[in-house]
T-cell receptor, first 115, second 112 residues
């Protein structure tokens, strides 16, 4: 089974702190994604990566950066956490399917509270 | 740009009732369509998908048919169970297929 793990289920941080969220997948997938999930807004894509050291901005990249030094690991960085970044963060990975359609596999999520 | 609209929740049903969750989309080209499910405290799991018009995706008793003429992908199940209580997300992938565009999610609660 595909497994996507996230370093923490719950995090509490203070405004202005630098926050690292880690995601690891064990299926040698090329593509990895970071989303945030907020009530009434669904999932919104922050950043994605289609190869090691490659990244592209999603729909809401402001206030975030990412790092992908190894294929299996994709990190989301909040340079200076703010209260409006309190959210559920979901990591996902995918690889091209036989029909060219990619299924994304999700981790359990990290619920971040910024005080 | 691409967008997905799904019915507002929450939806509350009794066990064995019929379920429909509506989903319509706007996209350029010919998108692939997905339903994902999120059980309490967990990440999202793929429930079913369809890659071209008139395809029917099915899994665990759930079905959805890709209707190009109405740009819809409604989720149905004939008899829901308490264990189906979850948030359901409709999504599409268009163009590069790297990215998914999600609807806002529909919370389903099934009572015994």
């Amino acid at each position: 089974d595909v497994k996507v793990t996230q370093s923490s289920r719950y995090l509490v941080k203070r405004t202005g702190e630098k926050v690292f969220l880690e995601c690891v997948q064990d299926m040698d997938h090329e593509n990895m994604f970071w989303y945030r999930q907020d009530p009434g807004l669904g999932l919104r894509l922050i950043y994605f990566s289609y190869d090691v050291k490659m990244k592209e901005k999603g729909d809401i990249p402001e206030g975030y950066s990412v790092s992908r030094e190894k294929k299996e690991r994709f990190s989301l960085i909040l340079e200076s956490a703010s209260t409006n970044q309190t959210s559920m963060y979901l990591c996902a990975s995918s690889a091209p399917g036989t029909s060219g359609v990619e299924t994304q596999y999700f981790g359990p999520g990290t619920r971040l509270l910024v005080l | 740009g691409d967008s997905v609209t799904q019915m507002e929740g929450p939806v509350t049903l009794s066990e064995e009732a019929f379920l429909t969750i509506n989903c319509t989309y706007t996209a350029t080209g010919y998108p692939s369509l997905f339903w994902y499910v999120q059980y309490p405290g967990e990440g999202l799991q793929l429930l079913l998908k369809a890659t071209k018009a008139d395809d029917k995706g099915s899994n665990k008793g759930f079905e959805a048919t890709y209707r190009k003429e109405t740009t819809s992908f409604h989720l149905e199940k004939g008899s829901v169970q308490v264990s189906d209580s979850a948030v359901y997300f409709c999504a599409l992938a268009a163009g590069s297929n790297y990215k998914l565009t999600f609807g806002k999610g529909t919370l389903l609660t099934v009572n015994p």
